[in-house]
């Protein structure tokens, strides 16, 4: 997957744009965009467009944080109606996600937004060998600024701040320590297509590869930025098969370039990638 897009599980209205949008995932959120006197609503409209018939978009459902008291709602709302897979906010551990875990089985697939809370940042090395289903470790900047008391997450050119800048990194190294994908954070200000253009490339050059939406309208945009373009693919092809044609060498020359092991495994994953995207 490369797009996620989250819409407020009480609004019937946005889901609709939201499964037309071209997304690979909707987020069904319970959780920041549903004011408490609609959590019942919304639970049970999350609930109802799930037990629809699929053939766009996986669905997956943002429940609420463990320390709510409302998760246990949550997913007894939404789970007999078989979401394909949860995001949890506000993880701090691993042992977060093994709670959420026993709750709605090992093997559902989840999510987790591993840096909303400053003590989150210093567990995203406990997300590895836990028996929860976890597919990808998020980052969010809006929470964690929230917490740490700042004016602001972003330059007036729309660059990340150090403090958040660590915790993308840091998200970055946790998920592929866990061996799982690292999920590149939203983009509030979504008439910016400059600045989101910019954002999007930056996630994909570091090694992100889905990044999460607020609005459909930056659906297009990620899909197109996060699939591996065809000179990716054609360049990842040369070096494979001249490592092939080389025998068992360790580094390869192309074009007055060199290409060592790293360059044939990342070939090799992004050509995986691409496949999936239907990129030959």
Known sequence: MRSMLFVPADSERKIEKALASGVDVVILDLEDSVAPRNKAAARALAAETLKRPRSGPQMYVRVNALDTGL???????????????????????????????????????????????????????????????????AWGAEDLSNELGAQANRTNDGLLTDPYRLARSMCLFGARAAGVEPVDTVYVDFRNQEGFERDCMDGVRDGFTCKMAIHPAQVEVINRIFTPSTEQVAQAHSIIAAFAEAGDAGVVGIDGKMFDIPHLNRSRKLLERAAAYGIT
């Open 71 to 137: 998760m246990s709602d949550d997913i007894a709302a939404v789970l007999p109606a078989g979401p394909d897979g949860i995001m949890q906010p506000k993880t701090e551990t691993g042992a977060c996600v093994e709670k959420l875990a026993v709750m709605v089985g090992t093997d559902m697939p989840v999510i987790a937004i591993a840096t909303e809370t400053a003590n989150a940042m210093f567990g995203l090395n406990t997300y590895r060998d836990i028996s929860a289903n976890l597919q990808g470790v």
